[in-house]
């Protein structure tokens, strides 16, 4: 179709500073999009997300003139229970496989391996990444098995069945009554309060 007649006219400059504004509103608005739709125990980096432009409109005005900018974000998904095990491994000496898990893992630095060639995200057959940063490492206790050990010991030898477990930076005993000198023979009686840093949401 043609058109005959007067018409707004964009200037390339000014059609390139509002394509701008609208690229960026939208790629974070996807990426805020994606980040509240993860499944539980799954993170995004934000440099693990990848905005492509499919199209910009800019049909013809008398009055106002409209641009439209339409995109998709591809992204890469990372078991955090995976990925942690896996940095754990790689940077913890003698790393037994406990559960544990990463405080700030959110802060870590994402970066993605060139690709070499025009290949976009959603083609590429394996990926190559790092991350960087200062993890902070947080082991989660065995509540259950801290409680057998305790099961049936005397107070005064509770620093010495703590000290078996070199993860825990410190605790405190509570008996009732207080002049009880055992801890109870059941596992069931025995309530272990642990006071874990926070761990990170998905959502961040």
């Given at each position: 179709?043609?058109?005959?007649?007067?018409?707004?006219?964009?200037?390339?400059?000014?059609?390139?500073?509002?394509?701008?504004?609208?690229?960026?509103?939208?790629?974070?608005?996807?990426?805020?999009?994606?980040?509240?739709?993860?499944?539980?125990?799954?993170?995004?980096?934000?440099?693990?997300?990848?905005?492509?432009?499919?199209?910009?409109?800019?049909?013809?005005?008398?009055?106002?003139?409209?641009?439209?900018?339409?995109?998709?974000?591809?992204?890469?998904?990372?078991?955090?229970?995976?990925?942690?095990?896996?940095?754990?491994?790689?940077?913890?000496?003698?790393?037994?496989?406990?559960?544990?898990?990463?405080?700030n893992i959110h802060n870590l630095k994402f970066t993605l391996a060139p690709t070499g060639g025009d290949m976009t995200l959603k083609d590429l057959p394996t990926v190559s990444f790092n991350l960087s940063g200062s993890a902070e490492v947080v082991w989660r206790l065995d509540a259950?098995?801290?409680?057998?050990?305790?099961?049936?010991?005397?107070?005064?030898?509770?620093?010495?069945?703590?000290?078996?477990?070199?993860?825990?930076?410190?605790?405190?005993?509570?008996?009732?009554?207080?002049?009880?000198?055992?801890?109870?023979?059941?596992?069931?009686?025995?309530?272990?309060?642990?006071?874990?840093?926070?761990?990170?949401?998905?959502?961040?």
């Open positions: 179709g043609g058109f005959r007649g007067e018409t707004l006219v964009l200037s390339e400059p000014e059609k390139q500073s509002a394509a701008d504004e609208l690229k960026a509103k939208l790629e974070a608005e996807l990426f805020k999009k994606a980040t509240g739709q993860l499944p539980d125990g799954f993170i995004l980096w934000p440099e693990a997300a990848i905005f492509t432009v499919d199209r910009i409109d800019q049909p013809l005005g008398t009055e106002k003139l409209t641009l439209t900018v339409a995109g998709t974000l591809y992204g890469l998904l990372f078991d955090k229970s995976e990925i942690t095990k896996k940095i754990a491994e790689k940077k913890l000496v003698d790393y037994d496989g406990s559960d544990i898990y990463i405080e259950e098995k801290f409680a057998t050990d305790l099961a049936g010991q005397s107070k005064k030898d509770f620093i010495s069945i703590l000290s078996q477990y070199q993860n825990i930076d410190r605790a405190e005993l509570s008996l009732r009554p207080v002049w009880q000198r055992t801890l109870p023979e059941e596992v069931e009686k025995i309530e272990v309060k642990v006071n874990y840093p926070e761990e990170p949401s998905d959502n961040p």
